[in-house]
């Protein structure tokens, strides 16, 4: 009886603090410090990884960069604070950062126990397997009795106990809470596998020290709608961070790029004038900025920063970088994918 009283205590004090944390207007916050504050990985190629000289790139990066430019007019007014897995919405339920932009699963548990709002799926993803070569296996069926690393503190440890229970395998777990350690274990052979979301798995590969001798085995065992996380209790700062990816897809369905934006301004057709905030003959603007704390014309802000969804997507980790990812489910919905965004009206 005791432990039910602390757990319920405990889940209550989190939850209030989570809510002191996120009532005192996270926009208004950001406004004023003049920056967004950005949970990422500790390094993950395509999606979130600095440089020798600390600059920032990849999709979850792109994301943050948006916010930014929504806000600001400045994609630069953005600080990133590396995460690991295990340390990730501690961060965020704290007010560490603001938003975190870090590859994390969408699960309902994360959705409701623990404080947090999950505002889109970034990236649509599922759980898979790498494996060296040399070893001959080409499926994950083929696995029993393997030692697997992993990362701690995450959904994939929960996803691989399922697969090899469901399909009466035994294994042994090697979890370490730094992701690059987690590969380095990998690469230094105290494991036979490496399991992670399908995506890190090609960005990690390309990390080893002779990539050419891993594959990913084709079975995806899990759904991984990874995305961008806020704290619950601010809706005016969930709308800001919802809206600026729903922004992203509905640029890239009208055809809006870094590239055409200011000629698209030019255009009389009403959903890209509402998109674009162009304003109409008697002088009001057609957009909903405002209704989020936003200047009219946000979406033409966060497009000259980072361009549409599909230009942040091909830029980080498309067929034209060494990740070589084809859109698959991240495509538009009118694309056969899953990417949809409601009407900005």
């Known amino acids: 009886m005791k432990r039910k009283v602390f757990s319920w205590m405990l889940g209550a004090a989190v939850s209030m603090a989570t809510a002191a944390t996120a009532s005192a207007g996270t926009l208004e916050d950001v406004k004023a410090k003049g920056f967004v504050q950005c949970g990422v990985s500790q390094g993950l190629a395509g999606f979130s990884i600095a440089d020798s000289n600390n600059n920032w790139t990849g999709l979850d990066v792109d994301f943050c960069r948006a916010v930014a430019a929504a806000i600001f007019n400045d994609p630069t007014k953005v600080k990133f604070t590396p995460l690991s897995a295990k340390e990730r919405f501690t961060a965020l339920q704290s007010g560490e950062v603001d938003i975190l932009s870090r590859n994390s699963t969408w699960t309902m548990s994360r959705d409701t126990s623990l404080g947090l709002k999950f505002a889109g799926v970034m990236y649509y993803d599922g759980q898979g397997f790498m494996v060296k070569k040399s070893m001959g296996i080409d499926s994950a069926l083929k696995l029993d009795g393997a030692t697997v690393c992993t990362n ?59 990539p050419d001798d891993h594959v990913v085995l084709p079975e995806i065992i899990s759904k991984e709608p990874l995305g961008p996380v806020v704290r619950q209790g601010d809706d005016a700062w969930f709308n800001v961070v919802k809206w600026t990816y729903f922004a992203l897809l509905t640029a890239e369905e ?46 033409v802000h966060i497009v000259k920063a980072v361009g549409n969804y599909g230009e942040v997507f091909e830029r980080n980790v498309g067929m034209s970088t060494p990740l070589k990812i084809a859109r698959g489910k991240n495509a538009l919905w009118k694309d056969g994918g899953l990417q949809y965004a409601p009407p900005i009206r």
């Open 254 to 299: 009208d055809g809006i790029t870094k590239a055409n934006v200011d000629e698209m301004l030019k255009s009389t057709n009403p959903e890209i004038q509402r998109v674009l905030g162009v304003k109409n003959a008697d002088g009001t603007a057609a957009g909903f900025g405002t209704g989020i704390g936003l200047d009219e014309d946000w979406v």
């Open 152 to 210: 701690t503190g995450t959904t994939t440890e929960l996803n691989l106990a399922d697969y090899f229970k469901a399909n009466n395998m035994k294994y042994q777990v090697v979890a370490i809470e730094d992701s690059n350690q987690v590969r380095q274990a990998y690469d230094e052979g105290r494991c036979d596998i490496f399991t992670t979301d399908q995506s890190g798995l090609y960005a990690e590969r390309l990390a080893l020290k002779n």
